[in-house]
Structure formats: C-alpha cells, structure tokens
C-alpha cells in the first residue's frame, strides 16, 4: 500500500468475504435468544460468522484509513477517519463504530456475548454490512484511486 493510494484488490478480497459471511448469517435470521441458548452449535456458528464479518469491515476501514494517511490507532477511529474522508456517512459512521466494541467482545470475552443481542442483530443490524460494502463501492468507483 502507497500512503494516499488505497489496494483496491485487498479492499475487493475483504469485500467478497464479507458478502460471503453475510450471505451465511442471513440464514440465522430469526433466531431467536431461546433457541442460541438451546443450541450451541448454532451460537457459536452465528458468533464466529458476526466475528468474521466485523473483521472483515474493520480491516477494509483499517486499510482505507491509513491509505488515506489518517493513520488509525484502534478499530473505532479506523471508522471515524472513513467518516472524516466522507467514505461513510456521518451518521451511518457513527452507528457502524459499535461493530468496532461487538468484535472486541466477540474476540476476547466469549463468556459474556448478549444472546439478546445476537438475536437483535440477526433480525435487523446485517443491512449495515450491506450498507458500509455499497459506500466504500461508491467511494472507489467516484475516487481516482487505482
């Protein structure tokens, strides 16, 4: 990576397996807290695919954030240096950080994973994946960057 110039074909692997992650994920939609609970099979399905899809996002704005020489120093600023060069909109930015916090406790703090919130994100929170794929689409394609 140049410091300016984003790797357009990291971004785009980073992308294909975010979609990929989501595609899996949406076929748990719906669960809900009772069955995760009852299946672990299931959660731990569910969790490590929410796990690979918040690293997934997180590295493609790690990436973008320091190609852009803003030079992010945790995964929530990687979010908010997207914001700042108007890659994600302000208040799309700000609800998507949280992806930065639910990694965090995904990766390091097994134990204590919200089964509510899991299911919550299952119904209703997988478009934002969606979403922050379709800006940094748009950043590239209205960029000059290769």
Known sequence: MTPGRADRRAVQRRLIALRRTDDVLRRFAGCTPQELRADIDR???????????????????????????????????????????????????????????????LVHGHLDVDVDLIAEILSGQLDDYKEFAGHVERWFAESSSP
């Open 43 to 105: 959660r731990w399905a569910i969790e490590h695919g929410l796990q690979l899809a918040a690293q997934a996002a997180l590295d493609i704005a790690t990436h973008l954030g320091s190609a852009l020489v803003f030079d992010p120093v945790t995964y929530g600023s990687s979010v908010d240096c997207l914001v700042e060069a108007e890659v994600l909109p302000p208040r799309f930015g700000e609800r998507f950080r949280r992806i930065a916090g639910f990694r965090k406790v």
